[in-house]
């Protein structure tokens, strides 16, 4: 027996069976490059990947062997879905770095951070409920929001974060529409992709604004721990434990691959958390866990961090240095830590439209567009420069720069119409003080 589709041709015969919700669900942008960008002749300035050959591998090897030789029965038994102790208290010791004080029971270990966000998500989004983010956001989780089917509502940040003007205007907006508003996600440290970090005055504001309008927020914060010259202010969940989600992870300070997280919440979310989890997956890997338990307990990490910070400056510093050379006019955020930097185009460039051409030229980048859910952001590209040595750093943006500058002329030279209307019209997205 054959299934057809009820409406015209589709190659998934089950089409007309999913729920609703499943269109929601689709490939992001940065997804779609990773296998242009894994070409060898390429230079990827698109992904945000951990430079994890920096980890000794006879360190690695040894921290493995250990788990398989000492705890082997251990590690590949199903095990707490809340998390293994042993690693929830050392999440503890780590996020005290960042002023955050909590107790072991207070965490749920999550199979990346992303995992944690989804749960989040599930917990408290019904579809059209109102999520408040920056403008712009982590393409993971509009990707997420989206599926819920939430109404993310972006708000304008400048150098120091996300303006708290402008979020109490975006509240009173939502409300004026009669809509929920569940949640404030934020990335205050090292912003993923505008690499600018909120100021310590701003999470305060922000914290009295959600407090006053009872709205949770969500401090996602994966680059904390990855300063450069000077370490972020405390985190918002440091200020107080009431109305605050805290996302962590393991992925930028140790190993993506691993897929370790955590989330730190109020008690009565923290339980249903577990529930949630537990439903989706029963429990964390438990050999993922233990091994990185053990690292962190046997492994000198705070030296190995610092080597990744030192890593990953001299690549901020050669990718800044490159741009002012090659494109010495364009505006672009310069980042205090962490892996990106967002970068700003003439007018009348669309960043999704020339990606293409910059492929051809051997250099990949994420368009903006990836990271709005109202498609904002064609004037915006994301540079990573966690994964490319200095000097391919240094030679993808001359690639960019070749690319960008016959785009302005073609611009120029057969759009001239469409170069007026776009100074006529053009939103600035983000602000032009986000630079």
Not at 68 to 78: F, M, P, S, T, V
């Amino acid at each position: 027996m054959s299934i057809t589709p009820a409406h015209g041709i589709s190659l998934d015969p089950w089409r007309e069976h999913y729920a609703d919700r499943s269109s929601g669900l689709s490939a992001s942008e940065v997804r779609s490059l990773f296998a242009v960008a894994s070409r060898p002749e390429v230079v990827s300035l698109a992904g945000g990947m951990p430079y994890v050959k920096a980890i000794p591998d006879a360190m690695m090897k040894d921290t493995l062997n250990r788990v398989i030789d000492e705890r082997g029965a251990e590690a590949l038994q199903y095990g707490s879905g809340q998390g293994h102790p042993e690693l929830r208290e050392q999440i503890v010791d780590i996020m005290a770095l960042e002023g955050i004080s909590a107790r072991p029971d207070d965490v749920v270990v999550t199979t990346g951070s992303q995992h944690g966000l989804d749960l989040i998500a599930r917990l408290f989004i019904n579809p059209g409920d109102v999520v408040i983010a920056e403008a712009p956001s982590y393409v993971g989780a509009m990707g997420v929001f989206r599926s819920y089917e939430a109404d993310v509502r972006h708000v304008q940040m400048d150098a120091d974060g996300i303006i708290p003007e402008a979020l109490s205007a975006a509240i009173s907006q939502a409300r004026s529409e009669g809509k929920p508003i569940k949640m404030i996600y934020l990335i205050p440290n090292f912003h993923n992709p505008a690499g600018v970090t909120l100021s310590a005055s701003r999470r305060l504001e922000v914290l009295d604004i959600a407090h006053s309008e009872d709205i949770l927020v969500v401090e996602d914060n994966p680059y904390g721990l990855l300063w450069f010259d000077q370490p972020a202010p405390p985190a918002m969940r440091a200020a107080g434990d009431h109305g605050v989600i805290y996302l962590g992870s393991f992925s930028k300070t140790f190993g993506p691959g691993l897929r370790v997280g955590w989330v730190v919440a109020p008690h009565g979310i923290r339980e249903k958390l577990v529930l949630a989890s537990e439903a989706a997956v029963l429990s964390p890997s438990s050999f993922s866990q233990l091994v990185v338990a053990d690292y962190f307990q046997r492994a000198d990490w705070k030296a190995q961090i610092d080597t990744f910070r030192e890593i990953y400056r001299e690549r901020r510093d050669a990718m800044v240095a490159a741009l002012a050379h090659e494109l010495p006019s364009i505006e672009h955020t310069h980042p205090s830590g962490g892996f990106y930097l967002w970068l700003t185009l003439p007018e009348g460039l669309n960043s999704k439209e020339m990606l293409p051409r910059a492929v051809t030229e051997l250099v990949a980048y994420t368009p903006g567009t990836a990271f709005f859910a109202d498609h904002r952001g064609a004037q915006n590209i994301r540079l990573a420069f966690c994964y490319p040595t200095p000097e391919d750093i240094t030679e993808g943006v001359t690639r960019l720069a070749k690319v960008i500058r016959e785009e302005v002329e073609l611009v120029a030279t057969f759009e001239p119409s469409r170069n007026k209307e776009a100074r006529d019209t053009h939103v600035e997205s983000p602000p032009p003080n986000l630079a």
